[in-house]
Nanobody, 123 residues
Framework: QVQLVESGGGLVQAGGSLRLSCAAS????????MAWFRQAPGKDREFVAV?????SNTYYANSVKGRFTISGDNTLYLQMNSLKPENTAVYYC???????????????????WGQGTQVTVSS
């Protein structure tokens, strides 16, 4: 029973940066695969990045490569740089129990989800 809580969302101008955090309020995620997804208004939830805790392996959606960085210690982070208005969305943290999956980009693979944090990028 893992509960995830995202934070760090807010309003930022295009070209700016924002750092999202995801904390596990209960349970353990030390052996989990964890990811960030996002959902823009009127669109399906889409994959952003995944982090394999045991190996610190990372994998990104093509749209965010070079701009976003996923990392983790006791908390999962998403450092977002060079933000664009089209990045406006609710960002969700997700967790997948073992076995690890380095390229887990499908929403259906994750068992636990946070409530989301709003990121708004103004032009």
């Amino acid at each position: 029973q893992v509960q995830l809580v995202e934070s760090g969302g807010g309003l930022v101008q295009a070209g700016g940066s924002l750092r999202l955090s995801c904390a596990a309020s209960s349970g353990t995620v030390s052996s989990y695969t964890m990811a960030w997804f996002r959902q823009a208004p009127g669109k399906d939830r889409e994959f952003v990045a995944v982090f394999t805790w045991l190996t610190s392996n990372t994998y990104y959606a093509n749209s965010v490569k070079g701009r976003f960085t996923i990392s983790g210690d006791n908390t999962l982070y998403l450092q977002m740089n060079s933000l664009k208005p089209e990045n406006t969305a609710v960002y969700y943290c997700a967790a997948k129990p073992p076995p690890s999956s380095d390229y887990a980009a499908r929403e259906s693979m994750y068992a636990y989800w946070g409530q989301g944090t709003q990121v708004t990028v103004s032009s």
